[in-house]
């Protein structure tokens, strides 16, 4: 029995020791990061996007996955007016899609404010997977009836 106990003691250490390993991803807040519709994002975002992990972050309504960062996410950043990027819909929520730093790609709602933008490496994780992950959690933002023009459903 004592060994059983000391057993799960020590299995239960390493765990925790390995836990405490991974380090805080350090961001930057977007201005508008206090906004209470931000807080209602950032309670509801996945423990899993694609395959990858969260992890922690410094930053106020911010979310981060994978080790190394795979996915960023920041609630409060200013949203997007008229724009010729491509705009895709996924699960309700519109993103534009700004592919100019490929692999890496930059995914912001559109027509929901406060805005949240989505920067990830598209050689580690699938855009489509990692919006719908996101979009329960997104989908809470209030809408301002704006609508993309150059849509393609996800």
């Known amino acids: ?3 059983r106990v000391l ?3 020590g299995v239960a250490l390493t765990a925790l020791t390995l836990a405490g390993c991974a380090t805080t991803v350090s961001l930057t807040p977007a201005d508008a990061a206090n906004d209470p519709a931000c807080a209602a994002v950032t309670v509801r975002l996945p423990d899993v996007v694609d395959g990858q992990q969260r ?3 410094d930053a106020q309504a911010t979310g981060s996955w994978g080790d190394p960062t795979t996915v960023i996410l920041t609630c409060g950043v200013d949203a997007p007016g008229p724009s010729t990027l491509p705009c895709l819909t996924v699960d ?8 100019t730093e490929a692999p890496n790609y930059r995914f912001t709602t559109f027509g929901r404010e406060p ?5 990830l490496d598209y050689d580690a994780v699938s855009g489509q997977e990692t919006l719908t992950a996101l979009a329960t959690a997104v989908g809470t933002l ?7 023009t150059d849509r393609a459903t996800g």
């Open 92 to 99: 309700g929520v519109d993103w534009i899609i700004d592919d």
């Open 55 to 57: 992890r922690w972050t």
């Open 7 to 9: 057993a799960a003691a």
């Open 115 to 119: 805005a949240v933008e989505v920067y």
């Open 142 to 148: 209030p809408v301002d009836g704006s609508v993309c």
């Open 1 to 3: 029995m004592i060994r």
